[in-house]
């Protein structure tokens, strides 16, 4: 079974407006971490935002919110406000394991476009 | 600080030839990573070195071997390169708190004839 799941290969959202970003994750250890990666056209990966599977309150970056509904297990990504600068991919991660012994799963990603 | 540092940026190999990717970080991390990205797929985990002296396999571990030769340094080797080995392969590393994110490196596109 797929550990994490973004149904959205593509995504327009014009600039200015909020856009959110679909991942859902499977696991049964009870602690874990989901993290969100962009990767623009550069092809670098860059951390946005992070979320613990026992934190109470949704995690918030500057204009990235993430969504997090842990009886659903999942974990969007909210961006607000959307700039040209966001078009790229993003990537939904899961860290599962206890102590150093983690492994990070990673969805397909979501290709998101920023239309003027 | 250079952080996580990759060699070669690129590499082009024809099928069976063998080669190795190198991985440097200089952050004093304890686990290290070896992904690969292909088009609609994602990055899947190839191998990871929790510790120095330790290595487990990850989702796609056939084809390739990994050695932690020191705290610092994971390389990644194709014994017998194939063209679905085509790829590019990002080296990652992180201290191993809970919540702590993976630093990646700048990637390897390698391309296998």
């Known amino acids: 079974a797929q550990k994490i799941t973004q149904t959205q290969p593509g995504m327009f959202v014009q600039e200015k407006e909020a856009v959110t970003l679909d991942c859902t994750y499977d696991?049964?250890?009870?602690?874990?971490?989901l993290f969100w990666y962009k990767q623009p056209s550069s092809g670098e990966m860059i951390f946005l935002i992070y979320q613990g599977s026992y934190d109470q309150q949704n995690a918030t970056e500057g204009r990235y919110s993430l969504n997090f509904q842990k009886a659903r297990k999942s974990a969007n990504l909210v961006i607000s406000a959307s700039q040209l600068g966001d078009s790229a991919m993003y990537f939904c991660a899961m860290r599962e394991g206890r102590a150093n012994f983690n492994k990070f799963y990673f969805g397909s990603g979501t290709k998101l476009n920023v239309k003027p | 600080n250079a952080g996580v540092t990759q060699t070669p940026k690129f590499q082009v190999l024809k099928t069976g030839q063998s080669m190795t990717l190198q991985c440097a970080q200089d952050m004093n991390h304890n686990s290290m990573y070896w992904y690969r990205q292909d088009p609609g797929m994602g990055l899947r985990l190839i191998y990871y070195s929790a510790s120095e002296g330790t290595t487990d396999k990850g989702e796609v571990p056939n084809g390739y071997n990994v050695s932690r030769l020191n705290k610092r340094e994971f390389s990644l080797r194709l014994e017998s390169a194939a063209p679905s080995q085509t790829s590019v392969y990002f080296c990652?590393?992180?201290?191993?708190?809970?919540?702590?994110?993976?630093?990646f490196g700048s990637g390897t596109q390698l391309s296998v004839l």
């Open positions: 990652a590393s992180r201290l191993g708190q809970p919540n702590e994110k993976l630093f």
């Open positions: 696991t049964s250890d009870p602690s874990y971490g």
